[in-house]
């Protein structure tokens, strides 16, 4: 216990002890201005530097002690009594100390004779004073832990998310580029120009929490580009945007998993023709995106059990922790069409 005590003294000698001193120093420094005895200003600051030291000596002996190991505890009672007693034995010792400190002055000696029901009052008001000022100052670090906390969980997870929805593309898209490859398509080159952009975009753009809109607009064009490409001219793939995507921002990577979705199991499940339509309308204060995609009447079983895949459960995490009650999804599938349908207010 008394290991325990002077290991907390230590905290707060150490860790705070400029803003105890500073709270004393005022204390103090008012006292002595509003000392209404006329003895001169020396014995005022003595007198007045036996006060603080006696409710200083109360008052940790509260805080490290009693508060801990009895109000914490939510022993009230037994707290209370405790508290009482410490002040009943404080006041006779300090009127002993103030009675020979004021050995020149009877009036004063008689004055703190007549008045120890005031000292032990005033000694149980700053203990219990600074009982509430505690509950009040670890209240508040408690709120401030939690959100801290609740900050680096949701970072942490979004990280994490982010790191799935990066190889899950990447991935996608050597799939593609593989394909080209085997069909020696005389656009290589140009399928590794805009895989490199679109590289280059997650690794050195994605890192940043918000993305200026008309980078991820370019990157979306540059993997649409990739897929007509790859799809011949079977498929009918359209991207329309509206509005103005320069001074606008978004989180990375919101839009690419619907889009890979729409392939995946859309033009990519065994349709001889399809299509996927995609539109970004652009407003001063929000995003909406809508994308449509064809697809097979009837899928595999394990395709159609892995429909949605990691990407969509990801972006809907995503949205969850970046824009809380900003946003609208609308998933809809029917038998020969998918649609989503996204709305988000941006900040």
């Not at 394990?302 to 969850?320: A, E, F, P, W, Y």
Request: proline residues 3%.
């Amino acid at each position: 216990m008394i290991g325990a005590i002077k290991h907390k003294i230590s905290n707060i000698f150490h860790q705070e002890i400029r803003y105890h001193g500073l709270f004393w120093l005022l204390l103090w420094l008012a006292m002595v201005v509003f000392d209404d005895r006329m003895h001169g200003i020396g014995f005022a600051m003595g007198i007045q530097s036996i006060n603080i030291l006696f409710i200083a000596v109360i008052v940790y002996f509260n805080l490290l002690y009693l508060f801990p190991n009895y109000l914490n505890q939510k022993n009230f009672l037994i707290y209370t009594l405790l508290l009482l007693v410490s002040a009943l034995i404080i006041t006779p010792i300090k009127t002993i100390v103030l009675y020979f400190f004021s050995f020149n002055f009877p009036d004063i000696q008689s004055s703190v004779l007549q008045h120890q029901q005031l000292i032990f009052l005033s000694s149980f008001l700053f203990a219990g004073a600074s009982s509430i000022f505690k509950i009040v100052v670890d209240w508040f670090q408690q709120k401030q832990d939690k959100i801290e906390l609740q900050t680096q969980t949701m970072q942490s997870e979004l990280n994490f998310l982010k790191s799935q929805i990066n190889p899950h593309f990447l991935f996608n898209t050597l799939n593609n580029l593989y394909a080209l490859t085997l069909k020696k398509s005389d656009q290589a080159p140009e399928i590794v120009l805009k895989l490199s952009e679109m590289m280059r975009y997650m690794l050195y753009e994605c890192n940043e929490p918000k993305v200026l809109l008309s980078k991820e607009v370019h990157y979306m064009k540059n993997y649409l580009e990739l897929e007509k490409i790859r799809q011949g001219p079977k498929a009918e793939i359209h991207l329309e945007i509206n509005g103005e995507a320069y001074d606008k921002k978004i989180a990375p990577l919101m839009f690419i998993p619907f889009l890979e979705n729409s392939f995946k199991h859309g033009l990519n499940s065994s349709i001889s023709e399809g299509y996927v339509e995609a539109v970004l309308n652009i407003k001063e204060d929000s995003i909406h995106f809508h994308i449509e995609n064809s697809k097979a009447q009837s899928m595999p079983r394990q395709m159609h059990k892995r429909s949605g895949g990691i990407g969509l459960v990801n972006v809907k995490r995503r949205l969850n922790i970046l824009y809380p009650e900003k946003y609208d999804l609308t998933l809809s599938d029917n038998p020969n069409a998918y649609h989503v349908d996204l709305k988000i207010e941006l900040d």
